[in-house]
C-alpha cells in the first residue's frame, strides 16, 4: 500500500455468522497483490490466521487457522494492517486477501501468533467483528513531489 494514500476511514463492522475449528499447515492460499479490498454490508466474508509475514502478491500462505465467517453490517474498506477486533479480543492485523474462493467470498487473512482457530480463541456465532484502522506506520515525510501515474491500475 501507497503510505501517500492511506487517509483516515470508518471502521468496517461485521457479525461472526459461523465458527471454524481446523487448522492446515500445508494450505497453499495466494495473496492477492491488492493492499485494500471494498466490502459491501450483506456480504459473508472467511477470516483465516496465519503466522507469515510476506506480502508480496502471489506469496504462498500454507500455516493457517480457521477463525470464522463473517456477515458485513457496515461497507467499506478492509485494509493491509487493519486491526481485527471480534467481541472484545484482538485478534491480529489484516496482512492481505486470498481469492481462490471469489465470487463467493474473500479469505481475509489475519497475522496472528501462534495461529489461532475460532475454537482456540471461544469465538461464538452472533459476536460482533471490526476492522479498524491501524496505527500508522512510520511512514517518510509526503514528499515534496509525487511522481506522475500513467494509469489509474497497474
Known amino acids: 500500500m501507497n503510505p501517500y494514500e492511506d487517509g483516515p476511514k470508518r471502521e468496517v463492522g461485521a457479525t461472526l455468522v459461523k465458527v471454524l475449528v481446523h487448522r492446515r499447515d500445508e494450505r497453499g492460499m495466494r495473496l492477492e497483490p491488492h493492499a485494500s479490498r471494498c466490502v459491501r454490508a450483506g456480504e459473508v466474508h472467511e477470516l483465516v490466521a496465519t503466522d507469515h509475514t510476506e506480502t508480496a502478491p502471489g506469496a504462498r500462505i500454507d500455516r493457517v487457522g480457521f477463525l470464522g465467517f463473517a456477515e458485513i453490517t457496515s461497507a467499506g474498506v478492509v485494509d493491509r494492517g487493519d ?6 479480543r484482538r485478534v491480529g492485523v489484516v496482512l492481505g ?4 474462493h471469489m465470487p463467493n ?3 481475509v487473512l489475519i497475522r496472528a501468533e501462534p495461529v489461532p482457530t475460532g475454537r482456540d480463541l471461544g469465538l ?3 459476536e460482533p467483528l471490526v476492522f479498524r484502522q491501524g496505527a500508522p506506520g512510520a ?6 513531489s509525487v511522481p506522475e501515474v500513467s494509469g489509474f491500475c497497474s
Request: proline share 14%; charged share 15%; glycine share 10%.
Open 83 to 88: 486491526e481485527v477486533w471480534i467481541g472484545p
Open 97 to 100: 486477501f486470498d481469492a481462490c
Open 124 to 126: 461464538a456465532a452472533g
Open 139 to 144: 511512514a517518510e515525510p509526503f514528499p515534496a
Open 105 to 107: 467470498h474473500y479469505n
